[in-house]
């Protein structure tokens, strides 16, 4: 089966750092894509992990452990605009269909 | 280089009805995915066309159904709809190679079955 788990909600601080945590069980594996959805709005593309490791981008990183279907996009430098739900999405074959965890609402207090 | 264009945004319609959504991909990319974006069930996977042929179905009812036109454009369709289908509807667009990257979504259409 597919099954994708995030944590629901989080929040953090301005300024500080936070990491989201994904773990996914598929039949296949073709990429781990994390999207930001603020309400109401389109999900935009944040980060793509094909291969193990961590790849950053700017304030954002996310980190893919293939081995044990974990990943985490990490945040750094916080602002009141990263308020918005995170979501985990697995690619499992060929082809554009994303298999999305339930995202995780990310809430930034002053 | 526009964006995904959904029409419409919103729509309300009467259950036993049938509507018709129409997704215009960004110019140049042959793969249009749907997914159906509820509170209780998150973004699921509908299906997703790649040159007028579709390529990945998701575990939807029959109810539910798609095309793709030449030129890239795609719409989708739900017939005797339920008050069930009650969701936000997104459409991505990618290029469509084997190993593509990410997929740009569309703003939606936010249907409503009363």
């Known amino acids: 089966g597919q099954n994708i788990d995030q944590p629901t909600e989080m929040t953090a601080t301005e300024g500080a750092i936070v990491q989201i945590n994904c773990t996914y069980q598929?039949?296949?594996?073709?990429?781990l894509f994390w999207y930001q959805q603020h309400a109401g709005e389109a999900p935009t593309f944040l980060s793509y992990?094909?291969?193990?490791g961590l790849e950053e981008k700017g304030r954002f990183s996310s980190f893919l452990s293939r081995s044990k279907g974990y990943s985490y996009l990490l945040l750094k430098e916080l602002q009141m605009k990263d308020s918005a739900s995170y979501l985990c999405?697995?690619?499992?074959?060929?082809?554009?269909?994303?298999?999305f965890g339930p995202g995780t609402r990310l809430s930034v207090l002053p | 280089k526009a964006g995904v264009t959904q029409t419409p945004r919103y729509l309300i319609k009467t259950r036993g009805q049938q509507v018709t959504l129409s997704c215009s991909p960004i110019?140049?990319?042959?793969?249009v995915s749907w997914y159906q974006q509820t509170p209780g069930q998150g973004l699921q996977f509908l299906f997703e066309?790649?040159?007028?042929?579709?390529?990945n179905k998701g575990n939807f009812p029959g109810r539910f159904s798609g095309r793709q036109f030449s030129n890239s454009r795609s719409e989708m369709n739900v017939s005797t709809l339920e008050l069930g289908d009650s969701a936000l509807y997104l459409c991505?667009?990618?290029?469509?190679?084997?190993?593509?990257?990410?997929?740009?979504f569309g703003q939606g259409t936010r249907l409503t079955v009363v």
């Open positions: 991505a667009s990618s290029p469509g190679g084997r190993d593509g990257t990410e997929a740009f």
């Open positions: 598929t039949s296949g594996f073709n990429g």
């Open positions: 992990n094909v291969l193990d």
């Open positions: 999405a697995v690619r499992d074959n060929y082809g554009q269909n994303f298999v």
């Open positions: 110019s140049g990319h042959r793969s």
């Open positions: 066309y790649f040159s007028e042929t579709q390529r």
